[in-house]
């Protein structure tokens, strides 16, 4: 219990992705619903770095640069998308947006 | 327990709060704000692993940047009053909830609590201190990683393009 190992930030993370896919799944905010993706990308960014420093690969520290960089792209694309759905519907309700449902 | 326990402790149950109140929150600038502590806790997490660079970043690009954009929206849209009732109440909801749940507990029933990675990397015997530190990782990103790190320079300028042309009023 008082020394903190692998196991407790991968179970840290696994706890944090699982809050996430929970607020994809039962919210209908588009906002918070990208918010939640959010949460899912930086457990999974806890998840990297626990295992780059445990077993000793900078691969990994990389790769949570790399994803921060596509998590910014995301949202700033993402959030352009919900302010364009916004003006056609007045609403960011999940639910309204089913212009591509075939 | 030592400081660093102490820290992930305090940390670690902060971060579980803060995203719990994040997806549950029905008032969106008050997700956003609870979104920035958790951002918070994770930096503080990554310099408890040793990765102070990363834990900077952290800070800086999404308690930072990437907040700012979330809280602009929401305030652009005028969403900062619930509008309606906005959690999804089909059957799916609760499978939703207890495939969640469920998840995490088969994952602590297997021992995820105690696990030890076995596989060793090239960096092995380095000490965490040099390993997390930013000339180890500018030194990585500059020789074996510069072509992503370009790629990733060019999807940072599409996405830019791209949220403009999105975001533009019609004429």
Known sequence: MSEIGVGHYLTLSAVLFTIGVIGVLTRKNAI????????????????????????????????????IAVAAAEAAVGLAIIVAMYRHRETVNVEAFTAMRG | ???????????????????????????????VLYLVVTFFCLAGLFVTLHSHFLAAI?????????????????????????????????????????????????????????????????????????????EAIAT????AYYLPFLVTALLLLVAMVGAVVLARRER
């Open chain 2, 140 to 143: 990585a990103l500059y020789s």
């Open chain 2, 58 to 134: 952290q800070v800086i690009v999404y308690a930072g940047a990437i907040m700012v954009l979330f809280l602009f929206v929401v305030m652009l849209l005028n969403l900062g009053t619930p509008q309606w009732f906005d959690v999804a109440t089909t059957p799916l909801t609760a499978v939703a909830l207890v495939l969640g749940v469920g998840f995490v507990a088969a994952l602590a029933a297997a021992g995820l609590g105690d696990f030890e990675p076995s596989v060793v990397g090239p960096a092995a015997g380095v000490p965490p201190d040099v390993l997390g530190s930013t």
């Open chain 2, 1 to 31: 327990m030592t400081g660093v326990a102490i820290a992930f402790w305090v940390l670690a149950v902060v971060a579980v709060l803060c995203s719990l109140l994040v997806v549950t929150s029905r008032n969106p600038v008050a997700s």
């Open chain 1, 32 to 67: 918070i619903v990208f918010m939640a993706i959010e949460i899912m990308l930086n457990a999974a960014n806890l998840a990297f770095v626990t295992f780059a420093m445990s077993i000793g690969d900078l691969g990994g520290l990389v790769m949570v640069l790399f994803v």
